[in-house]
């Protein structure tokens, strides 16, 4: 018989080949999109010939970005516990609906006026209520939260729908008063930030319109918060003993629990953070534009999903990072944004590209997640 | 005869109209290895689920160290000294080694549940711990759906003692695995019993296994004890038969041969 001498001095700990740096980047859940949005990124640069990236592109574009990656970020935490939330986009109306209805009729029950502070708190307790009811519902009927959300996706939207008919006479609100000119918590979700960005730009001889003034004065605030969300989101996935609850709640339910991970509460808690993102979003988008609608927020569940796969998410929980959403939420804004810049295209291209790109991102990350598993 | 370590008195379980268990008394002493055995369906996995706080026992009491308790989650019985290790839910594949070692117990700094993890730290002791188990995992961050079978089982065991697990039950701790592996799990059983201060139940449908490793044992069969005793006491009696539950293994030949 022959046996191998060399085997009884191979040890376990030989056989897993770290590789170089190059080698482990590899193995980042976030290798595939950050590839994709390079791509883009270079296309659409490409074939807008950079007015995708001038002053005002880039501001428009940032804009986009950040309200998808706003949701998506979200959706992203949730599904690494391993759920799904389709009552996003209904969420995001109702909030709207909620709070334009407060400031243009009162707040309810005759309390009075709405000031922008009061409006957005209302609405933020319900959205969070909103959110804790789902998320109980959930934890406590065992039921698929593909399915309880769906219901929400619908209830919500019909009671957004139906409150806006009762109350309003009309599914729109528009020609609300321009509040962030007047309140410092309206201009926190509508005006616009980073004003040193373009300002220096145009010290440096950019930025100029065809006056020869400075042409954008600044980004819009969703930037700030989405930068500010994706910030917290990262810190705690990757850095806290949170994060490590909620990446073991979604690998394997029973043991997280049989560990002591409160699993229920942490899922419970996701579905309120998911409603959170929605009511900023919707804040965004009320006191940017001082206008609402009962369709606001449509289809964006599915797209905040499709960014977070795109991500790097895994489907079935455990696996996923901010960071790829952060790339995720690049790709996706600027080919629906590309429309504005490349002549030649319409919304459908958008579709198309979100159909392939989805499909190529799943199987990708199927391999990434054999790959780190060791095919498991 | 010390005082063991858990000692249980008339435990039963109902699930419905089904007994699951009737009157099982249990004594388990430390620095031994207790096998549990008996056949498919016998309630080894109830009484042990009851014992780990998963399930309530319809009646009967359990006592840790001559105290009763009554475990109503599994974290009591892991608070009481209790740690299992589930053959199926042990550990998080996607999940690195260290985060698996201290899911639900991590070390932070500042409040919690959002206290930052102390890595570095969590890391070396995760290392250490699986080195005196006697696994040397190179790297603390592989995801441990990259181990093998045995070093999964050997994560587990080494995480429930180090957070002082006095009891450690493994329920068919070896089923799914290869030989080579099977043995690495039975040696590094002997590595806990070695200690001397923790009790291992053992959970398994493999005789040779039970007998190379274990100390007292008992014999369960449609939801009762049959039988228990020491290693030695044991000597000679057919282990086989008792283990299925109380069948002649003659008998069995024969309806097998009749085929
Ligand atoms: N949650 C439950 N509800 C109803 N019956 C149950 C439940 N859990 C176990 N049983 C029943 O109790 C009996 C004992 O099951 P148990 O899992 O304890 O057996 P076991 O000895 O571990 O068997 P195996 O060797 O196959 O693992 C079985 O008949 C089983 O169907
Ligand atoms: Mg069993």
Same mark, same amino acid.
């Given at each position: 018989?022959a046996?191998?001498?060399?085997?009884?001095?191979?040890?376990?700990a030989?056989?897993?080949?770290?590789?170089?740096?190059?080698d482990?980047?590899k193995?980042? &859940?976030?290798?595939?999109?950050?590839?994709v949005?390079m791509?883009?990124?270079?296309a659409?640069?490409f074939?807008?010939h950079?007015n995708?990236?001038?002053?005002?592109?880039?501001?428009n574009?940032?804009?986009?970005?950040?309200?998808?990656?706003?949701?998506?970020?979200?959706?992203?935490?949730l #599904?690494?516990?391993?759920?799904?939330?389709?009552?996003?986009g209904? #969420?995001?109306?109702?909030?709207?609906?909620?709070?334009?209805?407060?400031?243009?009729?009162?707040?309810?029950?005759?309390?009075?006026?709405? +000031?922008?502070?009061?409006?957005?708190?209302?609405?933020?307790?319900?959205?969070?209520f909103?959110?804790?009811l789902?998320g +109980?519902i959930?934890?406590?009927?065992?039921l698929?939260?593909?399915?309880?959300?769906? *219901?929400?996706?619908?209830?919500?939207?019909?009671?957004t729908?139906?409150?806006? $008919?009762?109350?309003?006479?009309?599914?729109q609100?528009?020609?609300? &008063?321009?509040?962030?000119?007047?309140?410092?918590? *309206?201009?926190?979700?509508g005006?616009?930030?980073?004003?040193?960005?373009?300002?220096?730009?145009?010290?440096?001889?950019?930025?100029?319109?065809? !006056?020869?003034?400075?042409?954008?004065?600044?980004?819009?605030a969703?930037l700030?918060?989405?930068?500010?969300?994706?910030?917290?989101?990262?810190?705690i996935?990757?850095? +806290?003993?949170?994060?490590?609850?909620?990446?073991?709640t979604?690998?394997?339910?029973?043991s997280?629990? !049989?560990?002591?991970?409160?699993?229920?509460?942490?899922?419970?808690?996701?579905? #309120?953070?998911?409603?959170?993102? *929605?009511?900023?979003?919707?804040?965004?988008?009320?006191?940017?534009?001082? +206008?609402?609608d009962? !369709?606001?927020?449509?289809?964006?569940?599915?797209?905040?999903?499709?960014? *977070?796969?795109v991500?790097?998410?895994?489907?079935?929980?455990?696996?996923g990072?901010?960071?790829g959403?952060?790339?995720?939420?690049?790709?996706?804004?600027?080919?629906?944004?590309a429309?504005?810049?490349?002549? !030649?295209i319409?919304?459908?291209?958008?579709?198309?590209?979100?159909?392939?790109?989805?499909l190529?991102?799943?199987?990708?990350?199927?391999?990434? $997640?054999?790959?780190i598993?060791?095919?498991? | 005869m010390?005082?063991?370590i858990?000692?249980?008195?008339?435990?039963?379980?109902?699930f419905?109209p089904?007994t699951?268990?009737?009157?099982?008394?249990?004594?388990?002493?430390k620095?031994e290895?207790?096998?549990?055995?008996?056949?498919?369906?016998?309630?080894?996995?109830?009484? %042990?689920?009851?014992?780990?706080?998963?399930?309530?026992?319809?009646?009967?009491?359990?006592?840790?160290?001559?105290?009763p308790? =009554?475990?109503?989650?599994?974290?009591?019985?892991?608070? =009481?000294?209790?740690?299992?290790?589930?053959?199926?839910?042990?550990?998080n594949p996607?999940?690195?080694?260290?985060?698996?070692?201290?899911?639900?117990r991590?070390l932070?700094?500042?409040?919690?549940?959002?206290?930052?993890?102390?890595m570095?730290?969590?890391?070396?002791?995760?290392h250490?711990?699986?080195v005196k188990?006697?696994?040397?995992?190179?790297?603390?961050?592989?995801?441990?759906?990259?181990?093998?079978?045995?070093?999964?089982?050997?994560?587990? %065991?080494?995480?429930? %003692?180090?957070?002082g697990?006095?009891?450690?039950?493994?329920?068919?701790?070896?089923?799914?695995?290869g030989?080579?592996?099977q043995?690495?799990?039975?040696?590094t059983?002997?590595?806990?019993?070695a200690?001397?201060?923790?009790?291992?139940?053992?959970?398994?449908?493999?005789?040779v296994?039970?007998?190379?490793?274990?100390?007292?044992?008992t014999?369960?069969?449609?939801g009762?004890? %049959?039988?228990?005793?020491?290693?030695e006491?044991l000597?000679?009696?057919?282990?086989?038969?008792?283990?299925?539950?109380?069948?002649?293994?003659?008998d069995?030949?024969?309806?097998i041969?009749?085929?």
């Amino acid at each position: 018989m022959a046996v191998h001498e060399a085997s009884s001095q191979r040890s376990e700990a030989d056989r897993l080949n770290k590789g170089g740096i190059l080698d482990q980047l590899k193995r980042r &859940p976030e290798v595939g999109s950050f590839i994709v949005m390079m791509v883009v990124i270079i296309a659409i640069g490409f074939a807008s010939h950079g007015n995708a990236f001038n002053p005002l592109g880039l501001k428009n574009n940032l804009s986009i970005i950040a309200q998808f990656g706003i949701i998506a970020t979200g959706a992203c935490l949730l #599904m690494i516990a391993g759920d799904f939330d389709l009552s996003i986009g209904s #969420m995001i109306g109702f909030a709207g609906m909620s709070m334009s209805m407060m400031l243009k009729w009162g707040l309810p029950f005759g309390l009075g006026t709405a +000031t922008p502070v009061t409006a957005f708190l209302i609405t933020l307790a319900m959205t969070l209520f909103l959110g804790w009811l789902i998320g +109980t519902i959930v934890v406590r009927s065992k039921l698929s939260s593909f399915i309880v959300t769906l *219901a929400f996706l619908f209830f919500l939207r019909g009671v957004t729908e139906v409150c806006f $008919r009762i109350i309003n006479q009309s599914t729109q609100i528009s020609g609300l &008063p321009d509040y962030k000119e007047t309140s410092w918590f *309206a201009d926190l979700f509508g005006g616009e930030f980073f004003t040193w960005f373009y300002s220096a730009w145009y010290a440096l001889g950019g930025n100029l319109n065809r !006056a020869g003034n400075q042409w954008v004065s600044g980004f819009d605030a969703r930037l700030l918060w989405w930068i500010i969300v994706a910030g917290v989101a990262y810190l705690i996935l990757a850095r +806290t003993q949170a994060g490590n609850w909620i990446y073991a709640t979604g690998d394997n339910r029973e043991s997280a629990r !049989a560990n002591g991970v409160p699993v229920d509460k942490v899922r419970i808690s996701l579905f #309120m953070v998911t409603a959170l993102c *929605a009511t900023i979003f919707a804040a965004c988008q009320v006191f940017d534009t001082n +206008t609402a609608d009962a !369709a606001k927020g449509n289809l964006k569940e599915l797209e905040a999903i499709a960014i *977070a796969v795109v991500g790097g998410t895994l489907m079935t929980g455990g696996f996923g990072s901010v960071i790829g959403v952060v790339f995720g939420a690049v790709t996706f804004g600027l080919v629906a944004n590309a429309v504005f810049f490349i002549p !030649a295209i319409d919304g459908s291209y958008y579709r198309v590209f979100v159909g392939v790109v989805l499909l190529t991102a799943v199987f990708l990350n199927e391999s990434v $997640r054999k790959r780190i598993t060791g095919g498991l | 005869m010390a005082e063991p370590i858990i000692r249980t008195e008339g435990l039963s379980k109902k699930f419905g109209p089904f007994t699951a268990l009737n009157g099982i008394d249990l004594e388990v002493y430390k620095g031994e290895i207790h096998a549990l055995l008996g056949d498919n369906g016998a309630g080894k996995s109830t009484l %042990i689920k009851i014992l780990s706080g998963v399930h309530q026992p319809t009646s009967g009491t359990i006592y840790v160290e001559g105290q009763p308790h =009554a475990f109503k989650t599994p974290r009591d019985a892991s608070q =009481a000294g209790i740690g299992t290790v589930y053959q199926d839910l042990a550990v998080n594949p996607l999940m690195s080694v260290t985060r698996n070692f201290f899911m639900g117990r991590e070390l932070t700094k500042g409040p919690a549940p959002f206290g930052l993890l102390r890595m570095e730290e969590m890391d070396q002791i995760t290392h250490d711990e699986m080195v005196k188990i006697g696994i040397d995992i190179s790297d603390p961050r592989q995801a441990v759906g990259t181990m093998s079978g045995g070093q999964r089982q050997t994560l587990a %065991i080494a995480r429930a %003692i180090y957070f002082g697990a006095k009891v450690l039950i493994l329920d068919e701790p070896t089923s799914a695995l290869g030989q080579k592996q099977q043995l690495e799990v039975l040696k590094t059983m002997r590595r806990v019993r070695a200690r001397g201060d923790i009790a291992i139940i053992f959970i398994t449908h493999n005789e040779v296994h039970s007998m190379l490793v274990s100390d007292r044992f008992t014999f369960l069969a449609l939801g009762e004890v %049959i039988g228990k005793g020491t290693h030695e006491e044991l000597h000679g009696t057919d282990i086989r038969h008792l283990m299925a539950g109380g069948v002649e293994m003659a008998d069995l030949e024969q309806e097998i041969a009749a085929i």
